[in-house]
C-alpha cells in the first residue's frame, strides 16, 4: 500500500464502510429480498393448488428473480468485507494476479477490486453461454439446408412457409421472390424450393409403383412450366425464338 497516501486509504476506507452498511441494510431491510418468507406467506394462502398455473408461473419466476438479486448483493458485500481485511494487513491496492499497485482511479472507482484493469475477471467475456445459441444462431440452426444443393428435406424454413401460408402480417412486397403479387402465392411453391424433389417436374408428374399411368398434378410449377412452353411456342411462330437461324 504504499503508493497510497494515509488520506487516500482514509478516503477508500470510508467508501468501503459506507457500501457494506448500504449492503448490510439492504438485506435487513426486505428479509433478503423476500426469500426467508415462504411461498404461503407471500400469497396469504394455505395452498396454490386452487391457483391458475399461470399465478405459481408467475410467483417462481419472482422467486427466481429474488434469488439472483440476493446472491449479487451477497457477493458484492463479501468483497467488500475482503477488501477491508485487506487494507488491516496491508495488502489492499495490490493485483492479486500481477502484484502490481492498482491505480487510483480504479479504486475510487471500485474501492473493493483486488485486480488492475488488465487482470480483471469482468474484462474477458464469459464463455459460459446457453446450450440453445449453437442451434438457434442463425435462424433456424441446424435445420435450414436451403444453401446445400444436396438437402431438399422438410427443414426449420419449410416449417415456417407452412404456418406462413394460414396468414401473416406480410404482404407480397416482402416475398422472397420478385414476382408474387398475390397473397395466395406467398408459400412454398412460391419461394422455389423443392420440398422432397431435385427436379422442378417431378413437382407435378406422378405414377404408379410400376412406371405407368402418368398423372400430372396441375400445381404452382405446373402452371408456370405451362405459361413458359406458350411463350416459347409463341416466340417460335413469330422466328424470334433462340432457335432462329
Same mark, same amino acid.
Given at each position: 500500500?504504499?503508493?497510497?497516501?494515509?488520506?487516500q486509504l482514509q478516503e477508500?476506507?470510508?467508501?468501503?464502510? =459506507?457500501?457494506?452498511?448500504?449492503? @448490510?441494510?439492504?438485506? #435487513?431491510?426486505? !428479509?433478503?429480498?423476500?426469500? &426467508?418468507?415462504?411461498? /404461503?406467506?407471500?400469497?396469504?394462502?394455505?395452498?396454490?393448488? !386452487?391457483?391458475?398455473?399461470?399465478?405459481?408461473?408467475?410467483?417462481?419466476?419472482?422467486?427466481?428473480?429474488?434469488?439472483?438479486?440476493?446472491?449479487?448483493?451477497?457477493? &458484492?458485500?463479501?468483497?467488500?468485507?475482503?477488501?477491508?481485511? /485487506? *487494507?488491516?494487513?496491508? %495488502?489492499y491496492g495490490i493485483c492479486?494476479?500481477? $502484484?502490481?499497485?492498482?491505480?487510483?482511479?480504479?479504486?475510487?472507482?471500485?474501492?473493493?477490486?483486488?485486480?488492475?484493469?488488465?487482470? %480483471?475477471?469482468?474484462?474477458?467475456?464469459?464463455?459460459?453461454?446457453?446450450?440453445?445459441?449453437?442451434?438457434?444462431?442463425?435462424? +433456424? #440452426?441446424?435445420?435450414?439446408?436451403?444453401?446445400?444443393?444436396?438437402?431438399?428435406?422438410? !427443414?426449420?424454413?419449410?416449417?415456417?412457409?407452412?404456418?406462413?401460408?394460414? $396468414?401473416?402480417?406480410?404482404?407480397?412486397?416482402?416475398?422472397?421472390?420478385?414476382?408474387?403479387?398475390?397473397?395466395?402465392? *406467398? &408459400?412454398?411453391?412460391?419461394?422455389?424450393e423443392l420440398d422432397g424433389?431435385?427436379?422442378?417436374?417431378?413437382?407435378?408428374?406422378?405414377?404408379?409403383?410400376?412406371?405407368?399411368?402418368?398423372? +400430372?398434378? /396441375?400445381? $404452382?410449377?405446373?402452371?408456370?412450366? *405451362?405459361?413458359?412452353?406458350?411463350?416459347?411456342? =409463341? @416466340?417460335? =411462330?413469330?422466328?424470334? #425464338?433462340?432457335?432462329?437461324?
Amino acid at each position: 500500500m504504499d503508493h497510497l497516501t494515509q488520506s487516500q486509504l482514509q478516503e477508500l476506507e470510508e467508501m468501503l464502510l =459506507s457500501q457494506k452498511q448500504d449492503l @448490510e441494510s439492504r438485506l #435487513g431491510d426486505n !428479509d433478503h429480498l423476500g426469500i &426467508e418468507a415462504s411461498l /404461503r406467506d407471500k400469497t396469504g394462502e394455505l395452498s396454490t393448488n !386452487d391457483n391458475h398455473p399461470a399465478d405459481v408461473g408467475t410467483e417462481m419466476y419472482e422467486r427466481s428473480k429474488d434469488l439472483a438479486l440476493l446472491e449479487h448483493v451477497e457477493l &458484492e458485500l463479501t468483497r467488500v468485507n475482503e477488501a477491508l481485511l /485487506r *487494507m488491516q494487513n496491508g %495488502s489492499y491496492g495490490i493485483c492479486e494476479t500481477c $502484484g502490481a499497485p492498482i491505480d487510483i482511479d480504479r479504486l475510487y472507482a471500485l474501492p473493493e477490486t483486488c485486480f488492475c484493469k488488465e487482470h %480483471s475477471p469482468q474484462s474477458t467475456p464469459s464463455l459460459r453461454r446457453p446450450v440453445e445459441e449453437e442451434l438457434l444462431f442463425p435462424p +433456424f #440452426g441446424r435445420t435450414s439446408f436451403d444453401e446445400r444443393s444436396d438437402e431438399t428435406e422438410f !427443414d426449420g424454413e419449410d416449417a415456417w412457409q407452412i404456418v406462413e401460408s394460414y $396468414g401473416t402480417s406480410n404482404s407480397p412486397a416482402m416475398a422472397e421472390d420478385n414476382e408474387i403479387d398475390d397473397y395466395n402465392d *406467398m &408459400e412454398i411453391e412460391a419461394s422455389g424450393e423443392l420440398d422432397g424433389f431435385t427436379e422442378e417436374f417431378e413437382t407435378f408428374v406422378a405414377t404408379d409403383i410400376y412406371g405407368e399411368n402418368v398423372h +400430372f398434378y /396441375r400445381n $404452382g410449377i405446373y402452371r408456370k412450366h *405451362m405459361k413458359a412452353t406458350k411463350h416459347l411456342e =409463341s @416466340e417460335d =411462330s413469330l422466328g424470334t #425464338g433462340s432457335n432462329k437461324y
